[in-house]
């Protein structure tokens, strides 16, 4: 079993910045495949991004250039800089790990183990 627990989110306006945590706990952190996925009110989960225990990362197209995910083996920890965030960004986003990556890495589907979730709320 793993368990994850994020941190990090809060209100902020567009253009600010935020970075979330995820705090891993159970098997051996470095040999999963960790991400974040968010949902907006009323719209369906997404997958925004993913990083490998290779330490290759994925992004979704919307959050290029703007959100850095990295991790921590030593800290069991995952991380997702935000910046430049728009009233788009607003969701809740959880973390997510597996230890393989599905061939649609954003299929909510191909993750066992999520945290509970973190608002992040971005005002115009």
């Known amino acids: 079993q793993v368990q994850l627990v994020e941190s990090g989110g809060g209100l902020v306006q567009a253009g600010d910045s935020l970075k979330l945590s995820c705090a891993a706990s159970?098997?051996?952190?470095?040999?999963?495949?960790m991400g974040w996925f968010r949902q907006a009110p009323g719209k369906e989960r997404e997958g925004v991004s993913l990083?490998?225990?290779?330490?290759?990362?994925y992004y979704r197209d919307s959050v290029k250039g703007r959100f850095a995910i990295s991790r921590d083996n030593r800290k069991n920890t995952l991380y997702l800089r935000m910046n430049n965030l728009k009233p788009e960004d607003t969701a809740v986003y959880s973390c997510?790990?597996?230890?393989?990556?599905?061939?649609?890495?954003?299929?909510?589907?191909?993750?066992?183990?999520w945290g509970q979730g973190t608002q992040v709320t971005v005002s115009s």
């Open positions: 990083i490998t225990s290779d330490g290759i990362e």
């Open positions: 159970g098997r051996i952190f470095s040999s999963y495949a």
């Open positions: 997510v790990a597996d230890l393989w990556v599905a061939s649609n890495i954003f299929d909510p589907a191909g993750y066992d183990y």
